[in-house]
């Protein structure tokens, strides 16, 4: 073990201003592992860990709402307005005033909902131009959707079938060649904000201008971004966001994503998925579809209650924690890994794939290297817990409300002698 940074790792857990938050989550102790060493969670990027209070939040939602009260609940105990108020509770995280995010269905269904929305306002835009004599519905306009080609699969499968929906061509690009892919024949860009591989984070400002000079419509999947850096959705003008909660906001398996649709977009979001949730008047039960106002036409039926009141209670661990300081305590944690990994990892053995600079990179790390399956198999069973992305990329995520240096050195020099043993 290399004296010099375990001794600066608690330098720096010492001087880390958002070390107590650790005790708002559940988390391995010594004591809870056979070999008396309290294991690291870097695996915040796929699932984050459980906040501390939540299974009480959860319980009362059962036992209370739910077996108590029971209908009543969905006005008393405010299920009804749940979507919007907990859409409200991510809002500051991700730059974006109240009134734009509702909560609700997968990730998945939200980019179909996005990306759809996004050709029909690129239609509407383009009628309008027009001065409504184009005809709506011929192509040969925008009849161009351009997708991440690196996207996590999710994104570019449903982006297929929105295209194919929309009578569009889907053309998969990788951001940084986007700007040049672009042209008035551009409907909608579906984007990812930090990559789910290789972490490395996209500019979404400059991006997003970019899509926006070509005329059309910039829709973000921030799954890998929100609660780990600043995403400034209002400031950069983003048209259309998703993001899923069970990453670094900590919702759960499962837990419901979300939808965010720029306030000035908002009359004119044609959602393909038009429930009766999202009715302007959803208990008049009428014939025809009328949507409501605001970020509540992204609603689609009935809320998953428990899962959504599950994450309302895991954003109670944001209470007076800035998005700043979280990103900053985040490259820290990114620095201090890649530093540790040169000093442990024998030469050749890893290489990483994300970026060196700061502002090309999210929060997690990851590092290419043979039989990584089996190096994460052995990893996990000395209490490191990453996971292992096909074929052969080790990935760490580093989850600042609970990861600290010590967390991080020990990673390290565990996979170093792991690869030592094998090497
Ligand atoms: C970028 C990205 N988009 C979408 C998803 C998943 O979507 P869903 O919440 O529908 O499973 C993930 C991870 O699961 C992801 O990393
Ligand atoms: N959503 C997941 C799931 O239901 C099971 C296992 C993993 C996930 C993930 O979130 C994977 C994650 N998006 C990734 O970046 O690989």
Redesign the pocket.
């Known amino acids: 073990m290399s004296d010099r940074l375990a001794v600066e790792a608690k330098e720096l857990d010492a001087g880390d201003e958002l070390a107590d938050l650790r005790a708002r989550f559940v988390l391995d102790t010594a004591s809870d592992r056979a070999d008396g060493v309290a294991g690291v969670y870097l695996d915040g ?3 984050g860990a459980l906040p501390a209070a939540v299974p009480g939040r959860v319980e009362d939602v059962v036992r209370r709402q739910w077996g108590e009260l029971r209908i009543r609940s969905w006005d008393e105990s405010g299920w009804w307005t749940a979507p919007e108020r907990v859409g409200d509770r991510i809002a500051p995280l991700v730059g974006a005033a109240t009134g734009q995010i509702v909560v609700g269905d997968s990730t998945s269904v939200n980019v179909f909902k996005a990306l759809v929305g996004a050709v029909r306002l690129a239609d509407d835009a383009g009628d309008a131009r027009r001065g409504d004599r184009g005809v709506r519905g011929v192509r040969g306009v925008r009849d161009e959707i351009l997708v991440d080609a690196t996207t ?1 699969p999710t994104d570019g499968y449903i982006a297929e079938s929105a295209a194919r929906l929309t009578g569009r061509t889907l053309i998969p690009v990788t951001p940084g060649d986007v700007p040049a892919a672009l042209s008035e024949r551009t409907a909608a860009v579906l984007l990812n904000h930090v990559d ?2 290789t972490g490395r984070l996209h500019d979404l400002p400059s991006l997003t201008a970019a899509v926006h000079a070509a005329g059309a419509i910039a829709v973000w999947d921030l ?2 971004s929100a609660g780990a850096l600043p995403v400034g959705l209002d400031e950069h003008g983003v048209d259309l966001a998703v993001g ?1 909660t ?2 670094y906001l900590n919702g759960g ?2 837990s419901p994503a979300y939808l965010y649709v720029r306030r000035e977009l908002q009359d004119r979001f044609d959602s393909p998925l038009p429930g009766w949730n999202s009715h302007a008047e959803p208990f008049g039960m009428r014939e025809t579809y009328e949507p409501a106002r605001g970020a509540l036409r992204g609603r689609v039926g009935t809320p998953d209650i428990l899962s959504m009141l599950a994450l309302e209670a895991a954003l109670d661990v944001w209470e007076g924690v800035s998005i700043e300081t979280v990103r900053a305590k985040s490259l820290a944690l990114t620095d201090f890994f890649l530093e540790c990994v040169a000093a442990y990892v024998p030469e050749g053995q890893v290489e990483s794939l994300t970026p060196v600079r700061h502002e090309e990179r999210g929060s997690q790390v990851a590092l290419r290297c043979d039989h990584a399956g089996d190096v994460m198999r052995r990893l996990m069973a000395r209490g490191v817990v990453g ?1 292992f ?1 096909r074929p052969d990329v080790l ?1 760490f995520g580093f989850t600042p409300l609970y990861v600290g240096f010590a967390d991080v050195e020990r990673a390290a020099r565990i996979l170093g002698e792991e690869l030592r043993r094998s090497g």
């Open positions: 990027n796929s699932l996590f789910y591989r799954c890998h899923c069970y990453k398996p499962g996971d992305r990935r």
